[in-house]
């Protein structure tokens, strides 16, 4: 089974605020503009997963609104596939009331960005609102946004800083997104403490040294059972996210550093998500995903289902 644990929609860059649209631009790796939003786009583009989490995104602070219904309404496109995760933002009031009305739309989880939404992981306010998901056994995923958008506060997406919510709450399972870049060290020693804490590989996959620093690491410490695939779309595709994990291993190849076992790649690829998260199974399909790391990323790739 493959389960994408990090996807969102939207109509256009600035959908993330005109902070994260100023990034996007500075970066000039690809056509930001182009990119693919919703609906056919995003249905195409998570072929090869056989269940897909996609993300809301609240922020006053940022200006942004990827509203819960907009995520009901893609999900209810393929209810046997997607899940969604609501955005909360602990900041604004009725916080508690919103997650009430999430998951009488579906929703499964939540997430939330100290940095994007300008809270302190351990503020009174988003400390009700974990152990609020924690009692309806809601996971959480922490969106790191300090280093990329402007009026975000970087120190608040410090792993360390969620020592203390995983120590008061240990019932409640959440996921560092991107690995918690820049702090991927921190993240690391976290799940290495914590084995209700994982981290998703998404935010890394353009930055191929940063992402083989990680998967060492995560072996290294022990912590390989913790990560979890993420796309990262629309930034990147749920093929080129797979083929580029397999691929890791290709610029240490005859150096003397250390290789991550082709196994254990596979095992973040076909990890279950679904239950290390305690999310709802819902039966689908599963793509066989190993014909993905045989081929060249920029080929037609022809997916194989099999029977489950």
């Known amino acids: 089974m493959t389960v994408d644990i990090r996807t969102r929609l939207w109509d256009d860059t600035q959908s993330m605020g005109e902070s994260f649209a100023a990034h996007l631009r500075r970066q000039r790796q690809m056509p930001w503009d182009e990119l693919p939003t919703g609906g056919e786009a995003f249905d195409q583009a998570m072929r090869p997963a056989d269940q897909v989490v996609l993300l809301g995104f609240e922020s006053k602070l940022l200006g942004v609104s990827i509203s819960t219904e907009r995520v009901a309404a893609q999900v209810a496109r393929q209810p046997e596939r997607y899940l969604g995760f609501a955005s909360i933002d602990p900041t604004q009031p009725g916080s508690l009331s919103k997650l009430k009305d999430a998951v009488g739309l579906g929703m499964v989880g939540v997430t939330v960005s100290p940095s994007g939404q300008g809270f302190h992981p351990c503020h009174s306010d988003a400390m009700r609102l974990f152990e609020a998901c924690a009692e309806r056994g809601l996971p959480i995923l922490f ?151 045989l081929t060249e990323p920029n080929r037609t790739v022809t997916l194989v289902e099999e029977p489950i």
Not at 172 to 200: I, N, T, Y
Not at 228 to 252: K, Q
Request: aromatic share 8%; proline share 8%; with cysteine.
């Open 143 to 293: 969106e790191p946004l300090g280093a990329i958008a402007g009026p975000a506060n970087m120190e608040f997406d410090r792993p360390s800083l969620l020592d203390d919510v995983a120590r008061a709450i240990p019932a409640l399972r959440f996921v560092l997104g991107s690995m918690a870049d820049p702090f991927v060290d921190e993240a690391l020693a976290l799940m290495g403490k914590h084995p209700q804490v994982f981290a998703e590989v998404s935010g890394l996959l353009h930055r191929p040294w940063q992402l083989y620093h990680a998967l060492v690491g995560a072996r290294e410490r022990g912590v390989m059972q913790q990560m979890l695939f993420g796309s990262g779309f629309p930034f990147c595709d749920a093929e080129r996210a797979i083929v580029t994990l397999y691929s890791v291993n290709g610029m240490t190849q005859g150096t003397p550093l250390p290789n991550v076992p082709r196994e254990q790649l596979r095992s973040i690829v076909q990890r279950d998500t679904i239950t290390a998260l305690g999310l709802p199974y819902r039966e689908a399909r599963v793509i066989n995903t190993e014909r993905l790391a």
